[in-house]
């Protein structure tokens, strides 16, 4: 008796590759990419070619995501050693055989182009440590902890050094995140907080004295002193180091509630407005779309953590758990970080407002950990059939 099967169809051979994937989070993404297109054809219609470049690069992160989504947890937790040893190897010979720019040497150079290997280590860093932490399930005791933080401590000190202090922070942040969640006993956690706001308050409070040109911070340099007491008083040098933190308060401010509208802020396309595309774009966003704009954008940013965190929270393994949540958490520390300078309450730093700030690294960094954390969801769907 002959049987004749019939060859699957082009979609049913597809079907597999786009099964699990998370709607909400695929909804929270569109919603926050489409915020992102908005507001840089207005900022950036003006600057050559970047509403052309941002939405390449959109799409660039789009694909790397979904086709990081397809790597199953497990072999994604076989990367970590690997991953986390070559960036940590390439943040040495950086240090030893570097490229120096403006005073700073993050990049290295390889022939055909140079890289900046400290943007290996926003990914390997959790990776390391949740592989690390999924090891010890069961067996965690006080050394555990302390051998993450040194294994924490290595790549951050070495980017501090560059110096970068900005992704030096993010990549602290993502370590400090698995740790958390990992279970950091609460008596280690509460003294570190109020340690760092005693540390704050008396900072504020002698910034007369300690931000006098004739003295000299320890440990940190002096332009990451003038960027901490520009923060604390812009005003003392509105047209120098405090420039860009006024002009993006004036942009936010002048925005009121419903903002000036598209293509119509004056902050950004008179030039007031420093770096319009990518560090201060939230200032650009804030003077045209005003408090209902920054509330539809804070929704989206919202929705994302959110579904990030529930992601998180049923995760099957161990490993899925800390990597998820670090992911999320990395993401609010970025909106948090930038904002936050924009704003004037925190310290001018290089971080992007994830999909709304121009830059190719930072969209595809974006695509990876947003794929890892799809893969996540996915591996969880897939287990409770």
């Given at each position: 008796?002959?049987?004749?099967?019939?060859?699957?169809?082009?979609?049913?051979?597809?079907?597999?590759?786009?099964?699990?994937?998370?709607?909400?989070?695929?909804?929270?993404?569109?919603?926050?990419?489409?915020?992102?297109?908005?507001?840089?054809?207005?900022?950036?219609?003006?600057?050559?070619?970047?509403?052309?470049?941002?939405?390449?690069?959109?799409?660039?992160?789009?694909?790397?995501?979904?086709?990081?989504?397809?790597?199953?947890?497990?072999?994604?937790?076989?990367?970590?050693?690997?991953?986390?040893?070559?960036?940590?190897?390439?943040?040495?010979?950086?240090?030893?055989?570097?490229?120096?720019k403006k005073g700073a040497t993050r990049w290295l150079s390889i022939g055909v182009t140079q890289i900046q290997p400290s943007e290996i280590l926003?990914?390997?860093?959790?990776?390391?440590?949740?592989?690390?932490?999924?090891?010890?399930?069961?067996?965690?005791?006080?050394?555990?902890?302390?051998?993450?933080?040194?294994?924490?401590?290595?790549?951050?000190?070495?980017?501090?050094?560059?110096?970068?202090?900005?992704?030096?922070?993010?990549?602290?942040?993502?370590?400090?995140?698995?740790?958390?969640?990992?279970?950091?006993?609460?008596?280690?956690?509460?003294?570190?907080?109020?340690?760092?706001?005693?540390?704050?308050?008396?900072?504020?409070?002698?910034?007369?004295?300690?931000?006098?040109?004739?003295?000299?911070?320890?440990?940190?340099?002096?332009?990451?002193?003038?960027?901490?007491?520009?923060?604390?008083?812009?005003?003392?040098?509105?047209?120098?180091?405090?420039?860009?933190?006024?002009?993006?308060?004036?942009?936010?401010?002048?925005?009121?509630?419903?903002?000036?509208?598209?293509?119509?802020?004056?902050?950004?396309?008179?030039?007031?407005?420093?770096?319009?595309?990518?560090?201060?774009?939230?200032?650009?966003?804030?003077?045209?779309?005003?408090?209902?704009?920054?509330?539809?954008?804070?929704?989206?940013?919202?929705?994302?953590?959110?579904?990030?965190?529930?992601?998180?929270?049923?995760?099957?393994?161990?490993?899925s758990r800390l990597m998820a949540g670090a992911i999320t958490l990395s993401f609010f520390t970025y909106v948090f970080v930038n904002m936050g300078?924009?704003?004037?309450?925190?310290?001018?730093?290089?971080?992007?407002?994830?999909?709304?700030?121009?830059?190719?690294?930072?969209?595809?960094?974006?695509?990876?950990?947003?794929?890892?954390?799809?893969?996540?969801?996915?591996?969880?769907?897939?287990?409770?059939?």
């Amino acid at each position: 008796m002959n049987i004749a099967f019939k060859a699957p169809s082009l979609w049913q051979r597809l079907r597999p590759w786009f099964q699990g994937f998370d709607l909400p989070l695929l909804l929270a993404i569109a919603w926050l990419m489409g915020l992102g297109l908005l507001c840089m054809y207005s900022a950036g219609y003006d600057h050559g070619t970047r509403f052309v470049d941002h939405a390449r690069n959109m799409l660039l992160s789009l694909a790397i995501m979904f086709l990081m989504a397809q790597i199953p947890p497990q072999r994604l937790m076989k990367l970590a050693v690997p991953l986390y040893s070559v960036g940590v190897a390439l943040l040495v010979a950086t240090a030893l055989f570097g490229v120096t720019k403006k005073g700073a040497t993050r990049w290295l150079s390889i022939g055909v182009t140079q890289i900046q290997p400290s943007e290996i280590l926003k990914i390997a860093m959790p990776l390391m440590l949740a592989w690390w932490f999924q090891k010890r399930e069961g067996l965690l005791r006080l050394p555990d902890f302390v051998a993450a933080f040194v294994l924490l401590a290595i790549p951050v000190g070495l980017v501090a050094k560059q110096p970068d202090l900005g992704t030096a922070i993010l990549v602290l942040a993502a370590g400090l995140y698995v740790i958390f969640f990992a279970g950091l006993s609460w008596k280690l956690i509460v003294p570190a907080i109020a340690i760092g706001a005693i540390a704050i308050t008396a900072l504020v409070m002698s910034e007369d004295a300690i931000c006098q040109p004739e003295v000299k911070w320890p440990v940190l340099r002096e332009y990451q002193k003038n960027r901490v007491c520009t923060l604390l008083d812009p005003t003392k040098d509105p047209l120098g180091k405090g420039f860009h933190i006024i002009q993006g308060e004036i942009a936010i401010g002048s925005g009121g509630v419903t903002g000036k509208g598209f293509m119509k802020g004056t902050q950004t396309h008179l030039e007031f407005i420093p770096e319009r595309t990518t560090d201060f774009i939230f200032a650009a966003f804030g003077e045209e779309f005003g408090l209902i704009g920054a509330a539809a954008l804070l929704l989206g940013f919202s929705a994302l953590i959110l579904r990030g965190l529930m992601i998180a929270s049923e995760a099957p393994t161990l490993f899925s758990r800390l990597m998820a949540g670090a992911i999320t958490l990395s993401f609010f520390t970025y909106v948090f970080v930038n904002m936050g300078m924009v704003s004037g309450i925190l310290p001018v730093v290089g971080v992007p407002l994830p999909f709304i700030s121009y830059g190719g690294t930072a969209m595809v960094m974006l695509g990876l950990s947003l794929g890892m954390l799809m893969s996540i969801s996915k591996s969880r769907r897939f287990m409770h059939r």
